[in-house]
């Protein structure tokens, strides 16, 4: 079975500052499938970022880029610059073997002027 | 392109009447996935298709609930005599395939907003 656990509930972070939000993942498949989504309040979940397991350099797309530590099985993803519009609510998410992706309980993120 | 649509964005209902949720994916997709979410909650996986297969409905909460995708596109959520509890924003997701890859990226539509009174 696959799990993801997001340990943070909510971050604040300073307008231009970077921040990191963690993710952590168990899975007993050899291939898989690593994404964050961004949710605004609006309510659209927006794909940002995917990283394969057997990818060996972290996933950057823009300011977005995905910390990825196989061993220990983690999947930080690593905003830059930080704006007022990325405020929201992050997943992660994993697939492998299920066809059915498993998705974290997500981190609220508040971003400050 | 044209991305994952749904309808209608907001429903208002009476307990007890049956409402129809319909989602059409992007163009290709062959995967599609419906999610319930509740306030403040995560994603609750609810249903899957891929092409002809039958679907995955292991996710359902009840015998009220049922799915169907027409031609490998469009797809209806229907839930019958509804209850406060089904009170939840309801997401379709389509996707290329599914195995680990990039192929996997969901794309979700701007979801369905159930409201049952």
């Known amino acids: 079975a696959q799990k993801i656990t997001q340990t943070q509930p909510g971050m604040f972070v300073q307008e231009k500052e970077a921040v990191t939000l963690d993710c952590t993942y168990d899975t007993s498949d050899q291939s898989y499938g690593l994404f964050w989504y961004k949710q605004p309040s609006s309510g659209e979940m927006i794909f940002l970022i995917y990283q394969g397991s057997y990818d060996e350099q972290n996933a950057t797309e823009g300011r977005y880029s995905l910390n990825f530590q196989k061993a220990r099985k983690s999947a930080n993803l690593v905003i830059s610059a930080s704006q007022l519009g990325d405020s929201a609510m992050y997943f992660c998410a994993m697939t492998g073997g299920s066809y059915i992706p498993t998705f974290g309980r997500g981190t609220s993120l508040i971003v400050h002027p | 392109g044209a991305g994952v649509s749904q309808s209608p964005s907001n429903k208002v209902t009476e307990k007890g009447k049956d409402v129809e949720l319909r989602c059409d994916p992007i163009s290709g997709h062959t995967a599609l996935y419906w999610y319930r979410q509740s306030l403040g909650q995560g994603l609750e996986f609810l249903i899957y298709?891929?092409?002809?297969?039958?679907?995955?409905k292991s996710g359902l909460p009840s015998d009220r609930f049922s799915a169907e995708r027409t031609g490998g596109s469009v797809s209806t959520l229907t839930i019958q005599r509804t209850q406060q509890e089904d009170s939840a924003v309801y997401l379709c997701?389509?996707?290329?395939?599914?195995?680990?890859?990039?192929?996997?990226?969901?794309?979700f539509g701007p979801g369905t907003r159930l409201t049952v009174l």
């Open positions: 997701a389509s996707s290329l395939a599914w195995g680990g890859r990039a192929t996997d990226t969901q794309y």
């Open positions: 298709f891929q092409g002809n297969s039958a679907p995955d």
